[in-house]
């Protein structure tokens, strides 16, 4: 049974230790982000901010990307356009249009991908609810730009970052999602493996039982629509 | 002397206020000003050694009656307060004959007797007394008010509550 | 005559003082703590001007801040209420300044004609306190309505809301206390208490919580600041106002929120009861300020840790949860009160009141769950 009122005990205790151990702790996980007068001259290198790719820690969250594997970006995009993130976002800062080939029929990729920086509020909500593990975070945000319209409206091909760039920013969540997508793929297979067996058993099955009713039946069977099924 | 002083300005503060609320066009600045009114009642009711009352009238009618006066007014069109309309009543007359009239009834029984009504001695504790006295010798008419009171609380939520609606948390298609 | 007068002010002039200079401190420990919470540093830079004094870890911060505030252009809307406008603030301030004088706090050079004028000796203090305190809506409302500003009034709408639903429960809780003490003298309230605070009973626990949660929205701090979400409506009731109105208004939410916290001290804590008050009586006064700063603490964690409340989760809170709580406590009170069996109080009362705590959450949870989904195939 959920006890009442734990859960803020819970999130109370996670805030605590964060209080208590920004004063103590000096490992990754707990350090301050403000670096004190890293501006002065004479500052030790490593007290400056890592400026490369704009990370600054594993935990900054800016705004969303999309993912592809390998080295081509349209090759091995993983968004499908199922248009879930699109339907969810609070803001609706995202316009999907799904891409067809020349007969009309639907190729699982998006035409348009579109996202409105000035409108989205970093909620993480599109990540939560993508089924495909295409969009994440990213921690770039160095993003002004000179043009005051439009300059903020993201396309697909801005917006597509390979797997690797998603490791190099965020190697623990990276990680995490690549086994859980891995696992997640060797399930499907060992179950679709199973179903196939399954299927091939109960053909055997099948088989074997028309060969023995033909046995025990001398004269020829009528057409019946049975066997069809 | 600082009794006296404190009388009068209290006493003026509450007419002020009470003339106000009647004459100001601006609805929130008439509620305003009756708060005042209230207000330097409570001030007066000090005077009168009696706290607990005092308290209670901050309370009940700044705290409560006076808020939802605001709520009320705010409800309907006249929010900004600017509205200049005025309801062409004629109760004036009336309103200042009862006016001059009640001092005078008030006042009547004393002046017949030809001499000052002799205030009672302070009591100690009010609220102990008071709570007593409701709770022993005045219980049934108590009971009879929490009862009417209860009535019109349900009559109220019955008038408010209105047809159903759909439920909250379904107004997005999923 | 004279006389009577010099100890006012000697009781007087001390506790608006020292308070105003704990609101300055408490503004710089709740910016601290805040950043510690998100791995920050916090305020650290105002060094003492002419020395070589480089941080003292910002404490100088709130006077930095106290000299802003009074240089800033004090701005009044064209189309405000000019009058209503300019008393907003003042009316702010005035009844946390008049309710901090009926906290039972022990001044230590108080003499025995100054602790006769101590607004605590009164009979009805604690009735005067939940009066007094009912006059902050008028202020907040008075506020946004005078600034002809949309979010102002919104904010101060969403204020009177929400200070009138929680202010039930608040006084309902206090009223348990008030029956165990038999009275609502302050001081006879702490003394009440001697022999055990009475948050060390089930009745008291559970109105001590009730009682912390609804002052919590009473001085509109998080995770009740729906009337100043300054994501959603600018900053509520005091959007319009600048320069040392904004900082009346901001004095004043502090001053409300030592003296609730004081109240609350007085009512449930052992108001100034502690370690070695017996052998140094000065110590009392310590004792209390540090059991208010002790919920000040919780209230800034609170800020830290939770986010703000819908306006319907608010207003069902109120009703639907710690008013009929606060009900029950008190028929728990009164039975634990008159209990034969002192030993039985904290079995029963913590089952009663917590299976009761229990079934109401259940019965108003919303039945939202999980969307669900039809893949593009």
């Known amino acids: 049974m959920r006890l009442l009122g734990f859960g803020i005990l819970k999130g109370m205790a996670v805030t605590l230790e964060n209080f208590v151990r920004s004063y103590f702790d000096r490992d990754r996980r707990h350090h301050l982000f403000t670096k004190e007068y890293a501006w002065e001259p004479g500052a030790p290198a490593e007290v400056l901010p890592a400026r490369a790719d704009t990370t600054v820690t594993a935990h900054s969250r800016n705004f969303p990307i999309l993912l592809h594997d390998g080295a081509d970006p349209m090759g091995g995009i993983r968004c499908v356009a199922c248009q879930i993130c699109e339907r969810e976002c609070p803001p609706q800062c995202i316009y999907i249009e799904k891409d067809y080939d020349e007969q009309g029929k639907y190729i699982k990729r998006p035409a348009i991908f579109d996202i409105d920086l000035s409108v989205c509020m970093s909620c993480q909500i599109c990540v939560e609810v993508c089924p495909f593990d295409a969009i994440v975070m990213d921690s770039q945000f160095e993003l002004s730009t000179a043009n005051r319209f439009g300059g903020l409206l993201q396309h697909r091909d801005q917006l597509l970052k390979s797997n690797e760039y998603y490791h190099r920013i965020h190697p623990e969540e990276a990680r995490a999602r690549d086994d859980r997508m891995a696992q997640e793929k060797a399930e499907k297979e060992a179950k679709q493996a199973a179903a196939d067996a399954a299927k091939k058993k109960a053909a055997e099955a099948k088989a074997a039982a028309e060969i023995a009713a033909e046995k025990s039946k001398p004269e020829p069977s009528a057409p019946t629509a049975g066997g069809a099924a | ?174 | 005559m004279t006389q009577t007068l010099l100890n006012l002010l000697a009781i007087a002039v001390p506790l608006a003082v020292g308070f105003a200079s704990l609101f300055a401190f408490t503004t710089w420990l709740e910016r601290k703590i805040l950043a510690r919470i998100q791995n920050r540093i916090g305020p650290n830079r105002i060094s003492l001007p002419f020395t070589r004094f480089r941080r003292l870890f910002g404490l100088i911060q709130p006077a930095a801040d106290g000299l802003k505030m009074l240089a800033k252009e004090d701005i009044v809307p064209r189309d405000a209420d000019k009058l209503l406008h300019l008393l907003a603030p003042i009316l702010s301030l005035v009844p946390p300044m008049m309710v901090l004088c009926l906290l039972p706090l022990e001044l230590p050079y108080a003499t025995a004609g100054m602790r006769a004028l101590q607004a605590a000796a009164l009979d009805n203090a604690v009735l005067l306190f939940f009066a007094i305190t009912s006059l902050n809506t008028l202020a907040v409302f008075m506020a946004g309505w005078a600034s002809r500003n949309k979010y102002s009034l919104l904010g101060g709408m969403r204020a009177v809301a929400q200070m009138v639903s929680y202010e039930i429960p608040l006084v309902l809780s206090a009223a348990v206390v008030i029956m165990a003490a038999g009275g609502m003298n302050a001081q006879a309230i702490v003394e009440a208490q001697r022999a055990q605070w009475f948050i060390f009973t089930p009745w008291g626990l559970a109105a001590f919580l009730i009682f912390f949660i609804a002052s919590l929205a009473e001085t509109n701090r998080s995770p009740f600041d729906l009337p100043e979400a300054e994501s959603e409506i600018i900053a509520g009731y005091f959007t319009e106002y600048s320069g040392f109105k904004f900082a009346l208004f901001f004095l004043g939410e502090y001053l409300a929120i030592f003296a609730v916290s004081g109240l609350a001290v007085t009512l449930f804590l052992g108001g100034g009861a502690g370690p070695w008050v017996a052998a140094y009586p000065a110590l009392s006064c310590v004792w209390f300020l540090a059991k208010i700063f002790a919920l000040i603490f919780v209230m800034i964690w609170l800020r830290g840790t939770l986010p703000r409340l819908r306006v319907d989760q608010l207003m069902g809170f109120a009703w639907k949860f710690l008013l009929p709580l606060s009900l029950l406590n008190l028929f728990v009170a009164a039975a634990a009160l008159k209990l034969a069996k002192p030993w039985l109080s904290w079995p029963v009362g913590a089952l009663v009141l917590y299976g009761a705590a229990v079934a109401l959450s259940r019965s108003h949870r919303a039945d939202a769950a999980p969307r669900t989904y039809s893949y593009a195939e």
């Open chain 2, 1 to 174: 002397m600082i009794e006296g002083v404190a009388f009068y300005i209290l006493s003026t503060v509450a007419v002020l206020g009470a003339l106000l609320a009647v004459s100001r066009r601006n609805l929130v600045h008439g509620v305003f000003a009756l708060l005042l009114f209230f207000a330097a009642l409570s001030g007066l009711f000090v005077m009168l050694m009696a706290d607990y009352v005092a308290a209670v009238q901050v309370l009940v009618y700044v705290g409560a009656v006076g808020i939802l006066q605001l709520f009320a007014i705010m409800l309907t069109e006249h929010v900004t307060g600017d509205d200049l309309r005025r309801l062409g009543a004629r109760g004036w007359f009336w309103g200042l004959m009862l006016a001059v009239a009640l001092p005078v009834v008030l006042l009547l029984p004393p002046l017949l007797n030809g001499e000052p009504p002799v205030p009672p001695a302070a009591p100690q504790s009010t609220a102990r007394q008071l709570g007593s006295q409701l709770m022993e010798h005045y219980v049934v008419p108590l009971e009879v008010l929490a009862l009417l009171l209860t009535g019109a609380l349900i009559g109220a939520v019955a008038v408010a509550h209105g047809p159903e609606k759909d439920p909250p948390g379904k107004d997005r298609p999923a």
